[in-house]
């Protein structure tokens, strides 16, 4: 295992340790999207969003392209790709009847409703 650091993995993690946030890279996990097109998607307010959107960008999770009359926000596939690989690892060898609990079907409900919960850690 390479050398890492304890800071650049606590940003990742923290980022990633947020629900309005997974919930977000799961809406645009359909393709590009505006912040309203976000918002209807997840029932969240805008400016929630938009303060939800900082720290994935900030970690280059997502990218942002500004257009005319709105800002276009996009996975960032590099980077999503290969951590959705290893989640989806980790679960088929250790957390089997993890997929169980939440049939797929209901899983996209599921994260709009734990996304509207008010628990996220805040970078410094």
Same mark, same amino acid.
């Given at each position: 295992?390479?050398? %890492?650091?304890?800071?650049?993995? %606590?940003? *990742?993690?923290? $980022?990633? @340790? ?5 919930? +977000? ?5 359909? @393709?590009?999207?505006? +912040? ?5 998607? *997840? ?14 960008? !900030?970690?280059?999770?997502? $990218?942002?392209?500004? @257009? ?10 590099? +980077? ?10 980790? $679960?088929?060898?250790?957390?089997? @009847? ?7 079907? !209901? ?9 509207? !919960?008010?628990? %996220?850690?805040?970078?410094?």
């Amino acid at each position: 295992m390479n050398d %890492f650091s304890n800071e650049a993995y %606590f940003l *990742l993690f923290s $980022t990633l @340790g947020n629900r309005t946030r997974l919930a +977000i890279i799961d809406t645009l996990k359909d @393709g590009p999207k505006s +912040i309203s097109q976000i918002s209807a998607s *997840l029932q969240q307010e805008a400016d929630i969003v938009s303060e939800n959107l900082k720290p994935l960008e !900030k970690c280059v999770l997502i $990218t942002s392209e500004v @257009g005319e009359n709105q800002t276009i926000y996009s996975l960032n596939k590099e +980077i999503v790709e290969p951590l959705s690989h290893a989640l989806e690892h980790h $679960t088929a060898k250790h957390c089997p @009847g993890l997929r169980e609990c939440i049939p797929k079907e !209901k899983l996209r409900d599921y994260m709009k409703k734990e996304a509207a !919960k008010a628990t %996220f850690i805040k970078h410094e």
